[in-house]
């Protein structure tokens, strides 16, 4: 590799994140790629302990502005502890969301803006951005199917639909707004089925950096 490739992934609630990303590092590991996967917010010790405060039910009174800063601030940590580290190691990084969700659920769906969010988050990552987006397109039943089958909800996942439908409608802007760097997949078929479509598009990346 000549450099470190940063990859991210995208979607409402249940779309199936996490079980592309663990599939996609297994599939890439098996060509002899160096890969690690990670996820936001958390991913590291400091970023973790802020998740937790985002995510705990018992902070369901949380100000919008306030929730803003605290994913800006577990991003940025995450940033510096597990993510420049394995791109300055020529890895590919795997990453369970980023700015793209701060984007959609405090700029559009808690209506701050996008502009203002994304003015925080540029403090937070400094210009470090991926090479390519993947955005898991999955309809708002089949999302809400997965959560139910998921188990255990955070505050996010508590909230009411209408919020859901916002995340959705902002995604859909984001979309629109970075088409050379967010590729749709439609996530709706079986999870191998989606992987395959996400790993064709991910290799194709990861190939132009070789």
Known sequence: MKQGVFITLEGNDGAGKTTVCMGLKKELEARGYS????????????????????????????????EALLFAASRRQHLVDIVLPALQEKKIVLCDRFVDSSLA???????????????????????????????????????????????????????????????????ETLIQMYPDRICVIDAEPEPEVVLQSVLHEVLKVIQSYE
Not at 145 to 168: A, I
């Open 105 to 171: 659920y405090q700029g559009y769906a808690r209506e701050i803006g996008i502009p203002e969010i994304w003015d925080i988050n540029q403090f937070a990552i400094h210009d470090c951005m991926p090479q390519k987006t993947i955005f898991l397109k999955v309809s708002m039943e089949t999302g809400q199917k997965r959560m139910n089958q998921r188990g255990e909800k955070n505050r996010l996942d508590n909230e009411q639909s209408d919020f859901h439908q916002k995340v959705r409608q902002g995604y």
């Open 35 to 66: 890969v690690i996967y990670t996820r936001e917010p958390g991913g590291s010790k400091i970023a973790e302990e802020i998740r937790n405060i985002l995510l705990s039910d018992e902070n369901e009174n949380m100000d919008p502005r306030t």
